[in-house]
């Protein structure tokens, strides 16, 4: 578990070292225009998780055959590689190129997760699950930092390679300190005694027995609020990205010197990094007080106003007050989806079940039946 921890603690803190200023590098790169800098940096930037998004299930696949620690190591490798040719550059559509073969490889994250939850018991896989996305929250609050003064020092382009080794650190690290057969799951699957083993679950072939087949994305649909969160996750990272290609522009824009663009905005970054992961867990105590909806629309709100003040001032003192406003998230329902999911009964594997896609459907038959008592009792 703290092999998992260090791995993602240094990966996304080697992400952070550079990406945040690929504004300032594609216009290096020959491209003037603050409108097309803008539009190569959204896409570059865009172009990796889109991707990642759609081969996740291919690879969370390949994982549960041939173990995860594989598909990280396989991860970090080509991410050692691939920063180390953004150095080289010379072109923008060189940058958007590596950025997509980036895409092909990449998702090591949430397999970092189910790894996680794999290596804990079972009383202790929400603790294991929250301090990896701790460890992936902190690193982005440094690094950014880091990178900006780092830009300073040696240049952005050196600034690459410095994130190729911090990458190659969290390799070394899975491959010498994280075990596949030291971790719980393992050991479920060599004990032929324990729930957890293939032989004592039900079996798929048992018509009577629907707990292991796979439902349609229609059933997920049914969920209670399901479409709702969607849209509001959807949003608020929509608001949550959109600051990469534009944040240093915007800084150099309101005066500051351009030898100080990226240590500023660098610190920009941290605060707002550094503010999320403040409010995830400040989330979990309101959480206690306030119903969900209170917390996520009272954080957006907060969010909302650091935003108008960041596009309305150009003082630092007060654009760093506003980053940390826009730094206010409600995270918290995010680890408590991921601890509920991860508690369930381990008939679908850990990666799948952490995707959320692979629902049994009795537990959808369930949860529709509870809904429509719900709806009922209201009306009556």
């Known amino acids: 578990m703290y092999a998992v921890t260090a791995a993602s603690f240094m990966g996304y803190t080697g992400f952070t070292l550079s990406m945040p200023f690929l504004p300032l590098y594609i216009r290096q790169l020959g491209v003037t225009d603050v409108g097309e800098i803008s539009i190569w940096t959204g896409v570059s930037l865009a172009i990796t998780p889109a991707l990642t998004a759609l081969l996740a299930p291919a690879w969370g696949r390949l994982g549960d055959r041939y173990g995860r620690k594989i598909m990280v190591e396989r991860s970090l490798v080509s991410f050692v590689l691939i920063m180390a040719a ?30 996680a939850a794999e290596s804990a018991p079972r009383d202790r896989m929400p603790s294991a699950i929250g301090l990896v996305q701790t460890a992936q929250r902190l690193g982005p609050g440094i690094g950014p930092v880091i990178g900006g003064v780092l830009a300073g020092l040696v240049g952005l382009r050196r600034a690459f390679l410095v994130t190729a080794l911090f990458y190659a650190v969290a390799l070394v690290v ?19 005694q324990d729930p957890e083993h293939p032989e004592n679950r039900p079996n798929p072939a048992n018509p009577a027995n629907s707990a292991t087949q796979r439902v349609t994305f229609r059933n997920v649909l049914a969920f209670q609020n399901f479409l709702l969160m969607m849209v509001v996750i959807f949003a608020l990272q929509f608001v949550d990205r959109s600051y990469g290609p534009v944040l240093p522009l915007y800084v150099e824009q309101v005066g500051v010197p351009h030898d100080r663009v990226a240590i500023v905005a660098g610190v920009l970054f941290s605060i707002m990094a550094c503010t999320g992961a403040l409010g995830h867990h400040v989330c979990g105590r309101l959480l206690q007080r306030f119903s969900a909806r209170v917390v996520i629309a009272g954080a957006s709100a907060i969010a909302a106003a650091g935003c108008a003040l960041l596009g309305a001032t150009g003082n630092l003192g007060m654009m760093s007050a506003a980053s940390a406003l826009v730094g206010v998230r409600a995270r918290h329902r995010l680890r408590r989806a991921h601890e509920r999911v991860a508690r369930r009964d381990g008939q679908q594997p850990v990666h799948r079940r952490l995707s959320g896609w692979d629902e049994p459907p009795h537990r959808v038959r369930r949860q529709r039946r509870a809904h429509g008592d719900h709806r009922r009792r209201r009306a009556a």
């Open 86 to 115: 953004m150095a080289s550059v010379t072109r923008a559509w060189h940058v958007l190129a590596l950025r997509a073969v980036q895409g092909l490889f990449a998702g090591y994250g949430s397999l970092s997760v189910a790894m």
């Open 174 to 192: 899975v491959f010498l300190t994280y075990d596949d057969r030291a971790t719980h799951a393992y050991a479920s699957a060599e004990n032929p």
